[in-house]
């Protein structure tokens, strides 16, 4: 089978979409299917990778965004999809690349859109505060996701929470949860020399794996410590990754026990800072997955997780989920902390091997396998 993914938003700092994407190419080339690629960068490369073959097309940064950028020459893309002849397409994108939905279905290519994040999510966290009303909300978001569910010929989501929105406006989504690295992701990533780095022998170490954006709710985790710190809890906060607000939450955390690391680039580095930590905070209220999270789970770490998102369905009782506020985080971390160390961190990692990648791309080439043999006028 020819298997195309599409997608924007991915780039050196991208962290849970550029991990599914390469996760899911290398479960397909190793099952023997040919994948490719196509996602925007700062100049135009076709490479031959372990997970396909991946074009970069040269893309416009999107303002406010951290960074990121995104593929306007769709039709210059259309043409690498012509010539490269998918059997299925998957798209991984609400902006400028929902259009190839509709334009794979005049091809007879299935096209299958992944809900990598909620409309309803986006929107409320991005709308000024006088249009952002409940109601307004869903609106936008049920006329964005029809507008989607006609272009497709399938919707995946990876949680239940991310389903919710589609299915309010009748649409029955695929469900396939991500999976985790288990063998990078490991209790044996522990190292007590990097546990020392972080943190002094007598402070409990918490992790933050978070891009710095108002929508992840950073400032959550630098309350909460603030708020453990006057309970006279020895706690130590590490901050892995950047974004828009940075600056912002430097400047919250002054004269705490908080330290930023910026963005960890190495995959070993990164699971050896989830291993060393006590707990990990996970605090977006819209995460429909939280790949980080997962990644934590399979370094025998356990996550406190924000209520109001997927998480708790991903971290299950390997974690404690807490309402979106600082004192609800610093009581669940408090919790978390309390139970014995053995069992948490087994509970963690019992959690996190149901997961492995190797079922997500089953379960995808299920999807695939269904869509290619089903009669054109049903696609």
């Not at 990097?194 to 954006?213: F, P, Q």
Request: charged residues 25%; hydrophobic residues 45%.
């Amino acid at each position: 089978m020819r298997i195309a993914h599409v997608a924007n938003f991915y780039g050196p700092t991208s962290g849970g979409l550029r991990t599914a994407m390469h996760a899911l190419g290398r479960g397909y080339t190793d099952r023997g299917h040919t994948v490719l690629l196509v996602v925007p960068g700062a100049e135009d490369a076709d490479e031959a990778t372990e997970y396909g073959r991946r074009i970069t097309l040269a893309s416009p940064v999107l303002p406010l965004s951290g960074g990121y950028r995104v593929i306007s020459r769709t039709r210059e893309l259309k043409g690498i999809l012509q010539g490269f002849r998918p059997d299925v397409l998957e798209i991984s994108d609400r902006t400028t690349l929902r259009g190839l939905g509709a334009w794979a279905g005049r091809h007879g290519i299935p096209a299958v859109f992944f809900a990598h994040e909620r409309a309803d999510g986006i929107l409320a966290a991005h709308l000024p505060a006088r249009l952002g009303s409940s109601t307004a909300v869903s609106a936008l978001a049920d006329a964005h996701n029809r507008g989607t569910a006609r272009r497709f010929a399938t919707l995946v989501c990876t949680t239940e929470y991310a389903a919710e929105e589609l299915r309010r406006i009748g649409a029955d989504p695929e469900l396939v949860p991500l999976g985790v690295d288990l063998e990078t992701f490991h209790p044996s990533r522990f190292d007590q020399s990097v546990r020392d780095e972080l943190a002094s022998s007598d402070e409990r170490l918490l992790v933050m794996a978070s891009r710095l954006s108002a929508e992840k709710r950073p400032d959550l985790a630098i309350e909460a410590t603030r708020i453990l710190v006057e309970r006279d809890e020895p706690v130590r906060l590490v901050c892995l990754g950047t974004g828009a607000v940075e600056r912002e939450v430097r400047t919250l955390a002054a004269g705490l026990p908080v330290d930023f690391l910026g963005f960890v680039s190495g995959r070993e580095r990164f699971a050896k800072l989830l291993a060393a930590a006590d707990a990990v905070i996970a605090p977006g209220p819209i995460e429909t997955f939280g790949l980080a999270a997962l990644e934590a789970l399979a370094c025998a770490t356990p996550v406190v997780v924000n209520a109001a998102s997927a998480l708790p369905e991903v971290v299950g009782s390997a974690g404690v989920a807490a309402d979106g506020t600082a004192e609800a985080f610093a009581d669940a971390v408090h919790e978390v902390l309390a139970r014995p160390e053995e069992e948490r961190r087994e509970a963690a990692r019992a959690r996190a091997e149901q997961l492995p990648w190797s079922r997500t791309v089953e379960a995808m080439l299920d999807v695939h396998e269904r869509l290619h043999t089903r009669p054109a006028a049903d696609v």
